[in-house]
């Protein structure tokens, strides 16, 4: 026998969950206030949804003549072309908007990262869009998009692009990609900020290294920066696909929806099929696909999150 | 001030003994140090004592009081944290004179005390200021300050020293220990510093695995250690350990090694060897018991040297006896190199035999 | 101090040009403008009288500025100001009691989150997180039944009590980071020297958490401020609309005031631009949180 530098096992002492939760019993007053809001304001109505997603409900409200009708909502709106539409749509707006502001954001990080006169100006002004409110947007850039006196279009008329100008909101073609443009305008500075508090975690050592080992810029980019960038990228891009999924008032200030359905997503759907035409039921299963899809993308954030946690442990 | 007593405590982490039936006695005055490797046991021991976790079985006194199930602020007890645990948002003066507001002593009382202990650890100059704006001597000096603007029963200190640099270090020690001397004061020390213990302390308890090993005066420790874990960790250089086998030959007991020489035993010694519980035995030496030849000489076993390692006004040497390494101090003026073949005496008198299998020191029978 | 892309200047000082630094600067001006136009135009049609806005081609510079727009917002003797100045109001006091409320329910419960380790505690902490994902309107249909249900369709304390478990999650998780950094040997240091363990949280890290709280408050504030959806859906009675919703009916019943409509997106975005400006760096630190680890 050697004298035992690890620690010895305790005999038949296992405590059971209850007698756990008894000996912590004082801990969970702590949480409790928070718990209790969250109760009423998030398991109900996730609970309510699901149930209501089974029924046909009634135009006046009276959720006491509903009808049970199974999943024949979700058969109803899996079924439908204009379902397809929507998703169409949908995709088109979350995925380009995500994608074009991590860019947009990446890049501005990268010429924010090092010191200049001004920097912290200039941080300052390009996280504005970010923190005024998605409705005051919505007005400016309806404005800026309007068909007679909209700016945009009598710029680019004055430079020579168009004869007259273009009608942005009202045309089939444009509108998704005009509200996508307001979208980047408000979220991009999310992407810079968390990327510049991202680029402060490399390891100037290893530029360094990288450096003395003859690697150019891009290579010092692509070999050091960016692998250190990974989490933050990843959570970032979660983050913002989230934010584009649930985004709400940019479409449905400037179009509701509109026209024929161009800038319709499923969030302006869901809210149109509720408060709009009154078919909550129908609405509701809407709703349950939607949050399958971002239960979904939370499950990543979730794991992209705890993988940070483990590192730092 | 007052004794602390700590019987058969157990600390469990789910089903890991943290601490394992740990008794021993801290006598009123006394300067006990708490040593071992990290992970040994030792803080969760002191932070028991403190009562900052629940204690999982056993009974802790100070002074006559059982305070199993007391709270740390009705211990009467203070505390000297390794990252000081200063109040960040507090002044040097505000730090030293919470512990007596929160015991509700009136206001001039507050100032005379802390006054009192800002002058016995010349930090008056610094009350002022905020704990950041100090520098990290000054920092330990508040830490302790704050211990000792009340008259706590036991203090308890935490490696309070491990985070100042080497200088600063051997200074503070001998101040703390003339406070402690000064004041007759009680207090556990840890740290994982065998030298600290050894220079600070009136009694060592030397713990592994949750487990404590042995507990006694430095002296005794470093002279007798009761296994090879203490014997290794103890003491600087460490203790050589040479694992042999016993045979016998009519009368005469000798140590073998895997090599083939032969160690012949003293009487006394052979006595202990054959109490061993069987003929795996080590032999224990510490560096300035042992000595070198450079010729073959009667008693001595051959070995290599390793490496040699110039202190100043003592050489260590390491050399190789087959697979164990035995450190050897040397005069500088001994002209040694590298892979030299040496011949290593040690001395019956001083060496230190223990049983191969249980680690235990051994005994004459 | 740390080097990357776009820093190779010393480097590459020889060098005649530095490509990667110019097409970064040139880059950065474009977002400048990307960002700044918008905000310019507003403010510079907010400026022009209703005519002066209606032109085509436009009044680049406007010819007559006036601040007749701002005067009658601001004026509570005619009806488009009495009502601006209520919504401002309605706004401002649920923001404030959201934020209020927000910190007290998640203080304690991020500490706890951060010290102890109850069972569930992991589970609880998922579930608080997994709430950042919802959409609002998922939320919606049965919050606005369970608000008529409880009789507070129209009232201010259905949109607080909604804002707040919005902010709640995040606000957990900033928190949480904030106590996390605060070293349990300061608890433990107080609980010595004669606290208790309240005393000790009250006393000593409460104070100390106070950067993470005014981060979390700034958050609460901006979102509840800016929240649009469940306000107009709760919200009937034209009194108690808040700005976001208020600006809306505004713009229909005037839909032709275009200077007016930009005098009240200005007015609405100066507090949550100025608190951003003043508290700007516990923003940021509250915005990367928790998602950055170094």
Redesign the interface.
């Known amino acids: 026998m050697s004298i035992a530098t690890e620690l010895a096992p305790a005999p038949g002492r296992r405590v059971g969950l209850m007698q756990r939760v008894v000996n912590h019993r004082a801990d969970y007053l702590y949480v409790l206030p928070a718990l209790a809001v969250m109760m009423i304001v998030i398991a109900y109505p996730v609970y309510y949804t699901l149930e209501l997603s089974l029924f046909k409900t009634p135009a006046n409200l009276q959720m006491k003549d509903k009808v049970y009708v199974g999943l024949d909502n979700y058969v109803t709106i899996l079924t439908s072309q204009s379902f397809r539409d929507v998703t169409v749509n949908t995709l088109i707006w979350t995925i380009s908007s995500t994608l074009i502001s991590f860019l947009l954001g990446l890049c501005a990080a990268l010429a924010l990262h090092r010191e200049f006169a001004g920097r912290g100006v200039l941080r300052a002004v390009l996280l504005v869009p970010y923190v005024v409110s998605a409705v005051a947007a919505s007005y400016v850039w309806k404005w800026l998009y309007h068909s007679d006196f909209g700016v945009i279009g009598a710029l680019s008329v004055q430079f020579g692009f168009t004869d007259r100008p273009i009608n942005f909101l009202d045309n089939l073609y444009t509108v998704l990609p005009s509200l996508i443009v307001v979208n980047i305008w408000r979220e991009f500075s999310f992407a810079m900020i968390m990327l510049m508090a991202g680029l402060q975690t490399v390891p100037d050592q290893l530029l360094r290294a990288a450096q003395v080992d003859g690697a150019n810029t891009w290579q010092r980019f692509w070999h050091v920066t960016f692998p250190h960038l990974k989490g933050v990228s990843m959570v970032t891009l979660l983050l913002l696909m989230v934010a584009n999924f649930n985004s709400f008032i940019i479409p449905w200030v400037m179009t509701g929806g509109g026209p024929a359905g161009a800038s319709d997503i499923w969030i302006t759907q869901i809210y149109q099929l509720a408060f709009g035409r009154q078919r909550w039921g129908l609405a509701s299963a809407y709703a349950v696909i939607l949050f399958v899809v971002l239960m979904t993308l939370g499950y990543f954030y979730v794991k992209a999150l705890t993988r940070g946690d483990e590192a730092r442990a | 001030m007052a004794q602390v007593v700590l019987r058969e405590v157990v600390k469990t982490y789910g089903n890991l003994y943290a601490v394992n039936h740990v008794s021993l006695t801290v006598e009123d005055g006394e300067f006990v140090a708490l040593v071992g490797p990290s992970g040994c046991g030792k803080t969760t021991t002191l932070n028991l004592v403190a009562g900052l976790m629940p204690i999982s079985g056993g009974d802790i006194y100070i002074g006559d009081t059982l305070v199993n199930d007391l709270d740390p602020k009705d211990r009467d007890i203070a505390m000297v944290f390794q990252n000081y645990a200063l109040y960040p948002n507090k002044t040097v003066f505000q730090n030293l004179a919470f512990p007596l507001k929160m015991r509700k002593l009136a206001k001039p009382d507050i100032e005379r005390k802390v006054m009192e202990a800002a002058k016995v650890l010349d930090i008056v100059h610094l009350l002022k200021r905020l704990p950041r704006e100090l520098s990290g001597g000054q920092q330990q000096r508040v830490a302790l300050g704050r211990a000792l603007v009340r008259d706590p029963k036991v203090f308890l200190m935490d490696e309070p020293l491990s985070n100042l640099d080497a200088k600063l270090r051997v200074q503070m020690r001998s101040e703390l220990k003339r406070f402690q001397r000064d004041l007759s004061a009680t207090v556990i020390y840890v740290t994982h510093d065998q030298l600290e213990a050894v220079t600070m302390a009136d009694k060592m308890a030397v713990m592994s695995g949750g487990v404590l090993q042995q507990y006694d005066s430095p002296a005794q420790v470093f002279d007798n250690p009761v296994n090879t874990f203490v014997a290794s960790f103890v003491g600087s250089p460490a203790m050589s350990l040479v694992p042999l086998t016993a045979v016998t030959r009519g009368t005469d007991m000798s140590l073998q090694s895997p090599e083939g020489w032969n160690l012949s035993l003293s009487p006394a010694n052979a006595r202990k060897a054959l109490s061993a519980s069987s003929d795996k035995i080590v032999l224990g030496a510490r560096h300035s018991t042992v000595r070198l030849h450079k010729q073959a000489s009667p008693g001595a076993v051959p070995g290599k040297v390793y490496t040699v390692e110039p202190t100043g006004d003592i050489t260590f040497v390491q050399v190789y006896l087959g697979a164990a390494v035995v450190v050897v101090s040397l005069e500088p003026s001994v002209a040694i190199s590298p892979d030299e073949p040496v011949w290593i005496e040690f001395d019956q008198n001083k060496m230190h035999l223990f049983d191969g299998e249980t680690t235990m020191a051994l005994k004459a029978a | ?9 010393r ?1 590459a000082a020889r060098k005649p040009i530095d490509w ?1 630094r110019w097409s ?2 040139v ?2 001006l474009f ?2 403008i ?3 136009l ?2 310019a ?2 403010v510079l ?1 907010s400026l022009k009288s209703q005519f002066a ?6 009044q680049w510079w406007p010819a007559e500025p006036t601040l007749e727009n701002y005067r009658k917002l601001l004026d509570p003797s005619n009806s488009v100001g009495h009502e601006f100045l209520q919504y401002f109001w309605n706004s401002l006091y649920v923001s404030v009691a959201t934020t209020i409320l927000g910190v ?3 203080v ?2 991020a ?3 951060s010290r ?5 505690r992991t589970f ?1 902490f ?18 606005f ?2 608000m ?1 249900r409880l009789g507070l369709v129209g009232t201010h304390t259905s949109l607080i ?2 804002y ?2 919005f902010g ?2 995040l606000s ?1 998780w900033l928190l949480k980071g904030f106590y996390d950094n605060i ?1 349990i ?2 608890e ?10 309240f ?1 000790a949280f009250y006393m ?1 890290v409460l ?2 958490s106070s950067p993470g709280i005014i981060a979390t408050s700034i958050f609460s504030f ?1 979102g509840a ?2 929240e ?2 469940y306000a107009v ?1 709760f919200l009937n009675n034209k009194d108690k609309l808040t ?2 919703v208020g ?2 009916r505004y ?1 229909t019943e005037f839909a032709t005031d ?1 200077p007016g ?2 005098a009240a ?1 200005f007015l ?2 100066v507090p ?2 100025v608190l ?2 003043v508290l ?1 760096k516990y ?2 630190r509250a ?2 949180e ?5």
């Open positions: 101090m740390t080097s990357t892309l776009a820093d190779t200047s480097s990667w970064g600067r880059f950065l977002l400048l990307f960002t700044v918008p905000m135009w507003m049609t806005a209606m032109q085509y081609p436009p007290v329910v998640a304690p419960a500490y706890a989150f102890f380790r109850f069972p569930g609880l998922f579930a608080v997180l997994v709430r950042n994902m919802f959409p609002a309107v998922v939320f919606l249909m049965p919050l039944l369970l008529r009590l909604t707040l478990t709640l999650p957990i070293p040997q300061l433990q240091a107080a609980r010595i020297d004669g606290a208790t363990r005393q000593i104070p100390l901006i401020w800016n649009y959806v859906t700005l976001p600006i809306q713009f275009w409509l930009m997106t609405m975005s949550v631009v951003f400006l700007q923003f940021v915005l990367t928790g998602a950055v680890k170094s």
